[in-house]
């Protein structure tokens, strides 16, 4: 299989070249930050799937008019341990930035707070929300549902998407533990990409349409994905999606379908955050407390606590290397 070419670009060529594209296509100043805050993210930390990669997604829902990029997020917090976030039917980064603040004010005076988000768009990583929590020195959990790609266990019809969760601890005067993965064998992102670049995926990560397995990944998007650890995975997903969608009072992943344009972008959905913190429910020594449970962690030979490759790829100044076609279609979509 012949080498795909890249393109070197520092992360501020990224930020001009995502900011360029989104401005020109409709998102005023608030949403395009957000957005370009999310993209860039996404590749400092090494993120491929979640970076320029959606962009295309994300102007194609702006050009179909599904998305609205001149959206301004309402938040109701007339419950005290209930933050409501309306999107105004925008992209999810906006209303995040505006959310989380107040989510994390409620935890700090109540112990636990709840935040949903609906009419909004989700397209991104999940890290950012979670870490954002952990950096107040609130333990973060954050979930968030799509159209169906993934059948439940033992099944071969499609009905949870890929229903990521995240989770970050915090960690005072060190990076959070940061965990963000999707309840899929793998995340649908990554199997675009590996179908992009012509590469084998993992058995079990998905059924062609047929319902056979397949290592395929073109074969798993014509089919379904399936969950991780089988029962148990699927009975996660189960969880994701009741609390990103019935919890929040926003669609269900087939609810979300049927309501889609499938213009390629993002489809309409709930997001679920909680925020909780340590010092009121565990009381003052929690950190330290915590502290000896790490050490005793990294001190088990090849253990390695989740989210430390994304703080390190982080920690490099060095251009990433993106898909050259990618980014030529990037600059195709500038207006």
């Not at 209303?95 to 909004?120: C, F, N, Q, W, Y």
């Amino acid at each position: 299989m012949a080498e795909t070419a890249t393109i070197p670009l520092t992360l501020e060529d990224i930020e001009q070249l995502s900011r360029a594209v989104f401005a020109s296509n409709g998102c005023d100043e608030p949403n395009t930050d957000a957005l370009v805050r999310t993209v860039v993210t996404a590749e400092r930390d090494g993120s491929a799937s979640h970076g320029l990669f959606r962009v295309p997604g994300y102007i194609a829902s702006l050009r179909s008019g599904k998305v609205n990029g001149r959206a301004r997020p309402t938040i109701d917090n007339a419950l005290a341990a209930v933050i409501k976030v309306h999107g105004d039917n925008g992209y999810a980064p906006l209303a995040i930035e505006r959310g989380v603040p107040v989510l994390a004010e409620a935890a700090k005076k109540l112990g636990i707070a709840v935040m949903t988000i609906t009419h909004s768009y989700h397209f991104a990583a999940m890290w950012p929300e979670v870490e954002a929590l952990a950096a107040e020195d609130l333990i973060g959990l954050a979930c968030v549902s799509s159209k169906p790609y993934v059948a439940p266990a033992g099944g071969s019809e499609a009905l949870f998407g890929t229903n990521p969760i995240s989770f970050a601890w915090p960690r005072p005067g060190k990076m959070p533990v940061v965990v963000d993965m999707a309840t899929a064998a793998m995340a649908h992102g990554e199997i675009q990409l590996a179908a992009r670049e012509g590469e084998a995926v993992p058995l079990g990560a998905g059924l062609d349409a047929s319902g056979n397995d397949t290592t395929d990944p073109r074969e798993i998007l014509q089919g379904v994905l399936l969950p991780f650890g089988g029962y148990k995975g699927s009975a996660i997903a189960l969880m994701v999606e009741l609390l990103a969608g019935g919890a929040v009072g926003d669609h269900f992943g087939f609810e979300s379908q049927a309501a889609d344009n499938n213009d390629g972008g993002p489809s309409v959905g709930g997001e679920f955050i909680m925020a909780i913190s340590p010092e009121l429910v565990a009381g003052s020594g929690w950190a330290e407390h915590c502290e000896a449970f790490f050490q005793r962690y990294d001190a088990i030979e090849g253990a390695r606590l989740p989210g430390l490759r994304r703080h390190d790829n982080r920690k490099s100044n060095e251009p990433r290397h993106i898909n050259a076609e990618l980014v030529e279609r990037i600059r195709d979509l500038r207006r």
